[in-house]
């Protein structure tokens, strides 16, 4: 593991409820790097992304990841280990009885911020970076699917994270916009995050190729890994 | 959905909350001033006994007067009226409708003393010490009670507290369920809210504040509404002349019961509130979609 390394998993066995889907799971990302997490439905992705954000516990093996080790941590840590990842959902999971501007405001809340300008300043700064600058004061609702994920993203970056975490961010969306947000954030991962993005959009990544890892019959099989094996 | 619409959801949510606490709280409320006035109708019932002492006929107005201030000194009388032969016979014969002296040719009826008795000794144990004694007294003829009345009495009041009390015990724990689920029907419907800020690094204390906080607001204007119900409630029963007794406007009962009132509302807003709050925290998704 190297000095980049943000996300770290050795020897991992990952469950749906009582059922392992993949076992003996084992791959880095620095810094900077930008993932696919692919595989059939089922195979074990999102139970593997929920994993890392701490909303399945971590049962067998070991995750160490923006600093914290899974395997130890305790319930009131998961909350300061997710302000230092930035999650990002299929279903957008924006607090829709507020604004957008609000939904920022209350990460940053929830997170420490206390100065009114350095909130609207913040917000204003991620709103530009995911292109919605002027749709701060619009409901979630009054938004399109692809303009909420982007929302979503921007909630994201509030924090400044060192890991992004996106689950099917483009499965409720069309090919057109589902490039949009997959260029995001390969924009983002180029800042220096690792962004490690769970999809089964072939066409996307087909068009933005990157470092893969696959989930199949219980594995996760690393492409670079696999480059790595086949040029030797 | 527009904003306007959510935020008057969001009122009306809140106002069914309101609702249903006030009108929990007026009924807990009324049954808790049944519970702190039970006391003042037993006494008053128990007060209504009366003994009453027969005199000789031959005893001298002194002695008569002597008697009745050592009874008056007495622990256990609250009042004594002294009867005379004459006022005995006048009443008879208003009960009777007749003039039975006329028919009789002499009045049979003997003085007496009536006393009534403090409620700590309208009891059996005690009467039959308060006749003991009186009938050391050689003026004293006869002294006559209503034995099976006073026993039946006392063991009705005893049945009818233990009946209140468990009541309202019933009572609270059903106020305490129709108010919990009330409120956590209210939360459910924020369950997927709260996970995503669970989700977004918020600790449990942030997400559980401003749900709390507006719990205990619903508790208190709930209680205010209650409060005024009850106020109304005993405003209405103050004028009917059978209630005004108990002393129902007394200021200190009614300090203790919208006191009673309030706490009950924040307390059990709040309790039920932070419960609601915490199962949703604690729920994985998969049990978010189920419930």
Known sequence: ?232 | MSEKYSRLSIRSSALTIVISIALVLTLLGITSLVVLKAKSVSDYVKENITVTVFLDETAKDADIIALQKSIDASPYRRATVYVSKEEAAKKLQEDLGEDFIKTLGFNPLQPSIEISLRAAYANNDSIAWIEKELREDTQVKDVYYQKSMVSAMNENINQITIGILIFSGLLLLISIGLINNTIRLAIYSKRFLIRTMNLVGATQGFIRRPFVLSGIRNGIFGAIVAIALISGIIYGLDHVPDFHFIGITDLKTLAILYGLVTVLGIFIAWICTALAVRKYLRQDIDSLYKN
Not at chain 1, 145 to 170: F, K, Y
Not at chain 1, 173 to 181: M, R
Not at chain 1, 201 to 212: A, F
């Open chain 1, 1 to 232: 593991m190297g000095l980049d390394t943000i996300i770290s998993l050795e020897q991992v066995s990952i469950f749906q409820k009582h059922t392992m889907v993949l076992a003996n799971v084992s791959f880095h990302i620095d810094k900077g790097e930008f993932v696919y997490l692919v595989g059939k439905t089922g195979s074990g992705k999102s139970s593997l992304m929920r994993t890392l954000y701490a909303d399945v516990p971590l049962k067998h093996g070991k995750i160490t990841i923006a600093g914290y080790d899974l395997s130890t941590i305790r319930r009131k840590e998961i909350p300061y280990l997710r302000r230092k990842l930035g999650i990002v959902f299929q279903d957008f999971q924006l607090l829709y009885d507020r604004n957008v501007n609000e939904n920022l405001f209350f990460v940053m809340r929830a997170t420490g911020w206390k100065n009114k300008n350095e909130m609207q300043d913040r917000a204003q700064e991620v709103l530009d970076k995911v292109g919605l600058a002027t749709k701060g004061h619009k409901m979630p609702h009054e938004l399109s699917g692809g303009e909420q994920q982007r929302v979503s993203i921007a909630r994201a970056l509030v924090n400044d994270p060192e890991v992004i975490l996106a689950d099917e961010p483009t499965g409720n969306l069309d090919p057109d916009t589902s490039e949009g947000i997959i260029r995001l954030l390969i924009d983002i991962s180029k800042n220096g995050r690792a962004v490690l993005v769970a999809t089964h959009d072939v066409l996307q990544i087909n068009r933005n190729p990157s470092r893969t890892l696959r989930c199949e019959n219980g594995d996760v099989n690393d492409s670079v890994a696999v480059n790595e094996s086949t040029s030797s």
